[in-house]
Every structure is written in structure tokens, then in C-alpha cells.
């Protein structure tokens, strides 16, 4: 068993052992205070279509502005909430501000999607389409089809019945799903085949290197091949520059989110990003 955590590997009398699990639970302690004290806030990366243009959705990530420690970003401690119920905790908030976001936006006249990302713990919890109605319920002014969710590839392989149920009744309430960093969770594509998902997203990690690497270049390929296949609508994540995106357009990808277009930003910004877009008009005739 110990074996089997690979880098995280301790042995079992070592004595580094309770200690290390002394400061994880120290540290699951604080970030629910995190939560409680509303200490989390959302960055949101608009995601584009290159050939016309258009700004099709903005993606929520979390951040954690941490009293002491400054702006945390989702890999300084999401690595100790996942898997516990926190992660439910968090995406329980996360939800309810990209609503309570969504609805100001639409007063001020922003009519974007906004997708969140679910943990796997969370979608599978027996109550979660039922919880989110109950917020969406909260928020009857903003159509349930303004918010979207994005599910890990490893989540949904994690199983596959459950993740099929939660997501054809999340479909049925009118919310799109999006399966994240495709190509990371060695899907058969038998199952991905039976998966309702609106989008495919192709993980940053392949679309970093394509250009650099056979290897990856040839994930890349394959994933649009088959999206395209299957007849659903792609995405390549970490799009960071110009290269990239005519390459991605290319091979037929034109959704694209990443730095090259824009970095996550506070939703005051977004406002003033959406008017100086249509300037960046190299981005946006790649079809
Ligand atoms: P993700 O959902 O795949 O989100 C994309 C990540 O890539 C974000 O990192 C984003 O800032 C970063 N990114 C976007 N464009 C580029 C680019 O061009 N280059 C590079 N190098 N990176 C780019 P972030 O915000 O640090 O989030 C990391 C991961 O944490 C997310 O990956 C997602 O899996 C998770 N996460 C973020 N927010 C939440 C949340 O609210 N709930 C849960 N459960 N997970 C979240
Ligand atoms: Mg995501
Ligand atoms: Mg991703
Ligand atoms: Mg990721």
C-alpha cells in the first residue's frame, strides 16, 4: 500500500509519518476557515473562438487570497482538499459565486457563460444535482444555461455509471458539461463515446509542446481526429501564443483558451478585456 503512492511514498513506521498527517489536517482546517471567512474569490480566462472571433465563455478558477501568504493559486492547496469533503465544501462556493457573478454581470449587460470546475468527489456525491439546483433556484434570473461544468477526464473514468447519471441530469437541467485535460486519463473511447459531454478539452500539457514534440503534436492530432469523429466541439487549453493557435486552426481546433489571449483575471477586469479584444485581429481570422 505504501508503495502504491508513489511520490508521496512513506513507509509505515516512519515516524514523519503522524506528523505529516498532523499538518495536512492542520492544513484542511484552515481552508475551511478559508472558506468560511471568504477568503476564496474567482479568476475567470475568457475562452474565444479564433475564427470569428467571438468570446464564446469565460472559465472560473479559484484563487485563495491568503492573509499572510498572499494570492494562492489552485495547486498551493487544492492537492489537500481533493478527495475530502472539502472539495464538495468548495465547489458548493465556488458555484454560488459564479451565479451570484453571473447575475451582476447580465445586470451590466454580459451575457457570457461562465464554466466551473467539479471535483470528483462532488459530482459523484448522491445529492449534487439536487444541491445545484436548489442554488440555481436561488438565482431564478439566470438562465441554468449560462453556467457549464467542467469535469476531470480522470473523474469521469473514476466511474463511469455515476458520472453518466450526474451528467445526463445536469444536461436535463439545461447545463452543459465540459470534460477537462483530455488525454490525461487514458480514456477508452468506448466510454467516451457513451459520455454526454458538450466539449472536449484538450489538456495544456500536449498543446504546450505540440510544436516541439512528435509525440505530443501527435496527441493533439489524434484527440481532434476523434472529437471530430465523434462530432464534438473541442478546445485547446494553454493556447500561449500565436504559433500555437494558427497550428491549432489548422488541424480544425478553433476554440482556444490560454495566456496568449488572456490570462485569468478578477471580474472587474473583464469589462475593459472585452473591449480591447476585437483589436487583437491576428487572433481572430484563423478559420
Ligand atoms: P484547469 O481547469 O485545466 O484550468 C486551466 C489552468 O491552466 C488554470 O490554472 C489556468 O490559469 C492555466 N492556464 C490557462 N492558460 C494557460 C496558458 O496559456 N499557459 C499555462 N501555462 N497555463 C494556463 P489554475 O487557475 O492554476 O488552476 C489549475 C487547476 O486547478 C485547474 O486546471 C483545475 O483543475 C483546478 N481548479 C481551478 N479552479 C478550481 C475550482 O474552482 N474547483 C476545483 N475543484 N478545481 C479548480
Ligand atoms: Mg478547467
Ligand atoms: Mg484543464
Ligand atoms: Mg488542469
Redesign the pocket.
Known amino acids: 500500500r505504501a508503495k502504491q503512492r508513489g511520490r508521496n511514498t512513506y513507509h509505515r513506521f516512519d515516524p514523519g509519518h503522524d506528523r505529516q498527517l498532523q499538518v495536512r489536517q492542520a492544513q484542511r482546517e484552515r481552508f475551511a476557515r478559508a472558506i468560511d471567512n471568504d477568503e476564496l474569490c474567482?479568476?475567470y480566462?475568457p475562452q474565444v473562438d479564433m475564427g470569428s472571433g467571438r468570446v464564446t465563455g469565460l472559465?472560473?478558477?479559484?484563487?485563495w487570497q491568503h492573509p499572510e501568504r498572499g494570492l494562492l493559486?489552485?495547486?498551493e492547496f487544492?492537492p489537500v482538499?481533493?478527495g475530502t469533503p472539502l472539495?464538495a465544501s468548495?465547489?458548493e462556493?465556488?458555484i454560488q459565486r459564479a451565479l451570484s457573478q453571473l447575475s451582476a454581470w447580465q445586470e451590466a449587460g454580459i451575457e457570457l457563460p461562465v464554466s466551473?470546475?467539479?471535483?470528483p468527489v462532488?459530482l459523484l456525491q448522491a445529492d449534487f444535482v439536487v444541491r445545484l439546483e436548489q442554488l440555481l433556484a436561488h438565482y431564478p434570473q439566470v438562465a441554468p444555461q449560462r453556467l457549464k461544468l467542467?469535469v476531470?477526464e480522470s473523474a469521469a473514468m473514476h466511474d463511469i455509471q455515476a458520472a453518466l447519471e450526474a451528467i445526463h441530469r445536469c444536461k436535463a437541467l439545461g447545463i452543459a458539461t465540459a470534460i477537462?485535460?483530455f488525454g490525461t486519463g487514458f480514456s477508452s473511447l468506448t466510454y467516451l463515446r457513451q459520455l454526454p459531454v458538450d466539449l472536449i478539452?484538450i489538456?495544456?500539457s500536449f498543446?504546450?509542446d505540440m510544436l516541439v514534440d512528435a509525440n505530443d503534436m501527435a496527441i493533439v492530432e489524434s484527440v481532434i481526429y476523434m472529437a471530430k469523429r465523434f462530432g464534438r466541439p473541442m478546445l485547446a487549453?494553454?493556447?500561449?501564443t500565436l504559433e500555437h493557435a494558427r497550428a491549432l486552426a489548422g488541424l480544425g481546433c478553433l476554440q482556444a483558451?490560454?495566456?496568449?489571449?488572456a490570462?485569468?483575471m478578477p471580474p472587474e477586469q473583464l469589462p475593459t478585456w472585452l473591449a480591447t479584444w476585437p483589436g487583437r485581429g491576428e487572433w481572430q481570422r484563423l478559420g
Open positions: 474567482l479568476y480566462q472559465e472560473a478558477l479559484v484563487r493559486a489552485p495547486g487544492l482538499v481533493e472539495a468548495l465547489g462556493w465556488v466551473v470546475n467539479i471535483s462532488h467542467e476531470l477537462d485535460d478539452k489538456d495544456q498543446v504546450r487549453e494553454g493556447v500561449e483558451q490560454g495566456y496568449g489571449i490570462r485569468p
